[in-house]
């Protein structure tokens, strides 16, 4: 139940996640954010 925030401003890309269902951040949306960052 991830539904992530998008945000592309000219050369700059801000990803938001978050769990719904847990209303928060779990494991599993810190292991996104690292993944998304080792991309960057």
């Not at 401003?9 to 801000?14: D, G, K, P, R, S």
């Not at 996104?32 to 960057?40: I, P």
Request: glycine share 4%; charged share 20%; hydrophobic share 40%.
């Amino acid at each position: 139940n991830h539904h992530p925030d998008i945000m592309i401003i000219y050369n700059t890309v801000q990803l938001s996640v978050t769990t719904h269902d847990a209303g928060g951040l779990t494991e599993k949306d810190f292991e996104l954010a690292k993944k998304v960052n080792e991309l960057a």
